[in-house]
């Protein structure tokens, strides 16, 4: 690990557009906090090496040894990461399809995890009043509910696990974007001091991911919505070219091309559509399968929670058809290969991947790898 | 205090030398004071308040300095003496109205007493007053002693009244803090009374004398002072407080005033020069007593002058030396302009000795550098002395104040900064408060500089600017930048940290206390009713509470703009101590929550907050809480990341 701090931080990531906001270096320290859509540095840290800098997920980042610690196996070239299990769910819970993203998946599994004790709490996104997205723990169903739903703009929601107190002994999981899952997975690899006990995450479902919408969006959406009334988010798949906005009685639309400028430049520096250090890994059904989650089971301790909910009646599950895997393959590799070109050219080095640990042998297969 | 009344002629007191200068107040037979404070002037006032009923005399600490003046005006138009003092910068406040009161004159005795700060080690700036009195023409006194501070006070009411003008006096810091022997005269028993006689008169209806200008017009006025100020040149030649003490024909002549004269005498003594150098003190420095001068000036081919702090007197003597007839021999002169006494600064002994050593050719060694072994003594002494930076007292509201509004700049993100103001707020430009006052200059000018900041929007400035400052400073010289940054539609913050008094300078009242100086009650003028009479938004919060105070901030930073004001409220801490006499909380760091300077922390209360009641111990690297120093006030405890500060009812 390298010997740099907050200071550090800004210079190499904050500065350099390289930061996805996931919030990981804020409120472990009085010094780092998150907000309104910026990591903040309030006072001056004179320490020469800081955790701040070092779980940063746009920091070095060894994959190799973090895919040993999650999976006890080196990293590899793929599309989207290691699969024990892939298919289509949905919730059968009621008020969670109600309330749910596409089909309701994570907040049933969380739901499920809550209930049956495998964890006592769950690091979430909530959106406030104003739909900010912050970091937030739901202990009970009802929090849960209250979190349900997609943010499009990046969410600190690491804030509210660097929270919580080193003497904790609550057993958490966490929801989060892969840049999220990212840190989660380097404190795992390299379990923090004097902050939380990293032992205790018992659970790590991940979001697929394109890209969040930063840096000026929540401003774009406060002009043309009255946000307090919005209950919901979403940009619906191909052939839908929309970011829809949904209160009680309406819903309203605008151009994704009108908000494309928005996209968090950050995101383009990303090597992981789909979470691949997650225990589950969801995303949407796409067009083909509205309604419906795409589920991918990474690790036994996703295999087992899986095993309860259907068990529960709380999902149902059917086949993903192979050609929606491989579309989703497709995506995802695109996804590393832009990545790596852009990272490339950005160097001009390839031996230099910038915060990648990725070994040049990986990277060209990555990049020689057909679609 | 000492007690200034006493009414015991012909005994010793020990005094400072500004209770020194009240009693010669009281010995002159005043009936009204007024002072605005600032240190080092405020025992005047401190020590004529309290007695002021007893003595039948009228006491007012004053919203500003010039205010003070001018109700001092008042009473010697009325016919009643009056003092009113002041520090250094109070002149530049009253300047305007002084320059118009010369003009026409006065009444009875009207004395200004200003209190010069040589190293500027308790203002804003170094300032030599004196120039204002060459400049106005103003008799000015120059005291050396304590038993001078008295006696040279009465005489300046007598000279006062006998010229029709203001008279100075002018002390400085270490004359004014300085305790000596004073011989007490009587004290005037005689019933005063007071009538302002130039009123209408139907048979004779003219312009009253106490107006400047129109029919009298200013160059009449101007030619009638001249008149008058020349009759002060001959008072002042005969002065007591003029002497000379040395040899009769000297190798060098000194030429000083106040507390520069005793410095001279013991370096002339030290230097075992009494035989060869002659000391010629001024006790009056403007007008120029230059037929005494000019007795001395022909015993001595070489000049030196020794002052604080601009070379006064030493321009003064220039000129008139250029006036002597083409066939008088000049002495060279030696002083502030040729480099032989420092030009900046209190003077002291040891740097008089080096003067006059370096004009005389002596080479001068101390006793004590002459010691190797009392040198290495210093040396390794001085090392154990701790460090002892200025700071905010423990539990001092504004400490919480600056770390909200330093907060709240971090947060905003928009390069926002504070526009500071004179009183304990200024310490929000250095360490203690996070270096976030970025522009300091005089009272009343944070909240008239950043009333143009907020103008310069149509530039692209888009900076939030928060102007500090105290409740008093509020009160003094605040409230026309206010107004004007409401009229103009300026886009600042006020931030008004109303600690409940004025306390900078030694708790003195002001009109938000609303107790008056000589502890009676008066009216209280409430800051937020006067502010929303304006028509100003006007938010109140308690700095304590840092995270609503952040978040009002916040909010007003990303509203709608405009003039906005926020009061930080909470009482001065070394007050709320003296009344209740006990802590608010019993506070303690618990060690094994502590992490120090590991990473989570790094020594947060320790390095940032740095409340001098915390401390840190370096060998079990925690912090803890040094209880002598501690307050009590709790604060820490909602800093500490780790929840290890604990506070408990005390």
């Known amino acids: 690990m390298e010997g740099k701090a907050s200071k550090e931080l800004f210079k190499d990531v904050m500065d350099t557009g390289l930061c996805t906001l996931c919030g990981g270096c804020t409120d472990g320290c009085p010094y780092l906090v998150f907000y309104n859509g910026r990591i903040v540095r309030l006072h001056q840290c004179t320490l020469s090496e800081g955790q701040c800098y070092q779980y940063c997920p746009r920091t070095y980042t060894d994959l190799n040894a973090i895919s040993q610690q999650v999976f006890g196996v080196p990293y590899e070239e793929s599309e989207i990461g290691i699969v024990r299990e892939i298919f289509l769910a949905r919730s059968l819970d009621a008020e969670i399809q109600e309330k749910g993203q596409d089909g309701g998946t994570v907040t049933t599994l969380l739901s499920v995890a809550l209930a049956e004790g495998i964890i006592d709490g769950v690091v979430e996104t909530k959106m406030d009043d104003d739909k900010i997205p912050h970091g937030f723990i739901a202990r009970k169903r009802k929090e849960l ?84 009334q919005a209950i919901k988010f979403d940009i619906p798949h191909h052939p839908a070219h929309t970011f829809d906005v949904y209160t009680k009685s309406d819903k309203r639309s605008v151009e994704l091309d009108e908000i494309k400028q928005y996209i968090n430049k950050a995101c383009t520096y990303c090597l992981d559509m789909t979470a691949e250090f997650a225990d589950i890994s969801v995303g949407s059904g796409r067009a083909m399968f509205r309604g419906w989650n795409t589920v991918i089971v ?74 | 205090m000492a007690d200034i009344e006493i009414d015991a002629p012909e005994t010793n007191r020990l005094l400072l030398g500004n209770e020194a200068i009240a009693r010669g107040a009281l010995e002159a037979g005043i009936g009204f004071a007024t002072a605005y404070p600032g240190t080092p002037s405020s025992e005047i006032m401190g020590s004529l308040a ?122 400085v810091i270490y004359l004014s803090h300085t305790r000596g022997n004073v011989r007490l005269d009587k004290l005037p028993k005689k019933k005063k009374e007071a009538y302002f006689a130039d009123i209408y008169d139907l048979d004779n209806p003219r312009q009253s004398k106490f107006t400047c200008g129109m029919q009298f017009h200013s160059y009449k006025q101007s030619e009638e002072l001249l008149k008058k100020f020349s009759k002060a040149s001959e008072k002042c030649e005969s002065s007591p407080f003029n ?50 001068i000019r007795k001395y000036l022909e015993r001595s081919q070489k000049i030196l002058f020794v002052e604080e702090i601009a070379p006064f007197v030493e321009r003064s003597v220039m000129e008139f030396v250029a006036n002597l007839p083409p066939d008088r021999s000049r002495p060279a002169l030696y002083g502030k302009r040729s480099g032989h006494v420092r ?83 200024a310490m929000g430009m250095i360490s203690p408060g996070s270096f976030q006052v970025r522009t300091y200059y005089a009272m009343g000018g944070g909240v008239g500089i950043a009333s143009g900041f907020g103008h310069l929007g149509q530039f692209g400035f888009t900076q939030p600017v928060i102007a500090v400052c105290g409740d008093s400073t509020f009160f003094h010289a605040s409230i026309p930048g206010l107004i004007n940054g409401i009229w103009n539609q300026s886009n600042f913050i006020l931030a008004i940290l109303d600690n409940d008094a004025t306390a900078m300078t030694g708790f003195q009242p002001h009109p938000g206390t609303g107790v008056k100086a000589t502890g009676e009650l008066g009216e209280k003028v409430s800051i937020e009713a006067l502010c929303r009479s304006l028509g100003v938004n006007v938010e109140v919060c308690d700095p304590f509470d840092i995270k609503k105070t952040t978040a009002t901030l916040l909010k007003i930073m990303a509203g709608v703009g405009g003039t906005q004001v926020v009061i930080m409220r909470r009482e001065c801490e070394l007050v709320r101590a003296r009344r209740d006499r006990k802590k608010s909380y019993q506070m303690y760091v618990e060690p094994n929550r502590c992490i120090g300077e590991a990473c989570g922390c790094n020594r947060l209360c320790t390095r940032i907050f740095s409340c001098p009641g915390l401390v840190w111990d370096r060998e079990v690297g925690k912090a803890k809480i040094d209880d002598a120093v501690c307050a009590g006030c709790g604060l820490c405890a909602d800093i500490c990341p780790q929840g290890a500060i604990i506070r408990e009812a005390a």
Not at chain 1, 307 to 325: F, G, R, Y
Not at chain 2, 263 to 283: P, R, T
Request: proline share 5%; aromatic share 6%.
């Open chain 2, 50 to 171: 309290p007695i002021a009923k007893k003595m039948g005399i009228y006491a007012e600490w004053s919203v500003n300095e010039m205010v003070a003046f001018e109700a001092a005006a008042a009473a010697s138009l009325a016919n009643i003496r009056s003092i009113s003092s002041m520090k250094a910068n109070g002149v530049n406040v009253i300047s305007d109205f002084l320059i118009n009161l010369q003009m026409t004159g006065i009444g009875k005795g009207l004395v200004l007493v200003v209190c010069d700060d040589p190293g500027g080690m308790a203002s804003s700036n170094e300032q030599d007053t004196r120039p204002i009195a060459k400049w106005l023409n103003i008799p000015l006194l120059e005291p050396s002693t304590a038993q001078e501070c008295k006696d040279m006070t009465k005489w300046a009411f007598d000279l006062s009244e006998e010229l029709g003008m203001v008279c100075m006096v002018r002390s």
């Open chain 1, 298 to 371: 990474r690790t036994k301790v996703g295999t087992e929670l899986m095993e309860i909910a259907k068990a529960n009646h709380a999902l149902e599950t059917q086949p993903i058809p192979i050609e929606s895997i491989e579309n989703l393959r497709h995506a995802a590799l695109n996804k590393k290969k832009k990545t790596l070109n852009h990272i490339i050219a950005k160097t001009g080095d390839i031996e230099d991947l910038l915060y990648l640990g990725l070994s040049r042998h990986l990277a060209d297969k990555l990049l020689g790898m057909r679609n």
């Open chain 2, 343 to 425: 030009a900046w600064g209190e003077q002291s002994l040891d740097l008089v000795i080096q003067s006059i050593a370096s004009v005389m050719g002596i080479l001068y060694q101390s006793r004590q550098s002459r010691s190797a072994e009392y040198s290495q003594k210093v040396r390794e002494i001085s090392q154990t002395l701790p460090n002892r930076p200025l700071t905010f007292c423990p539990g001092c509201p504004h400490r919480a104040s600056f770390w909200a509004i330093k907060n709240t700049l971090q947060l905003d993100g928009r390069n926002g900064f504070v526009t500071g103001d004179i009183g304990c707020t």
């Open chain 2, 243 to 292: 002497c000379y003490r040395g040899p009769d024909k000297a190798k060098l002549l000194i030429i000083t005033s106040g507390i520069c004269w005793t410095y001279s005498i013991e370096a002339v003594k030290i230097l075992n020069l009494q035989d060869k150098v002659g000391i010629l003190k001024l006790g009056v420095t403007w007008p120029l007593p230059e037929e005494f």
């Open chain 1, 145 to 228: 509910l209250a979190c349900a739903g997609v943010s499009y703009e990046p969410s600190p929601v690491l804030e509210a696990l660097n929270r919580l107190s080193k003497d904790s002994t609550e057993k958490v999981g966490i929801v989060g974007l892969p840049c999220h899952v990212a840190c989660v997975s380097k404190m795992k690899t390299y379990p923090p001091e004097n902050r939380v006990n990293i032992g205790n995450m018992k659970l790590v479902i991940g979001l697929f991911c394109g890209w969040t919408l930063a840096h000026g969006f929540h401003q774009f959406l406060q002009e043309r919505f009255d946000l307090s």
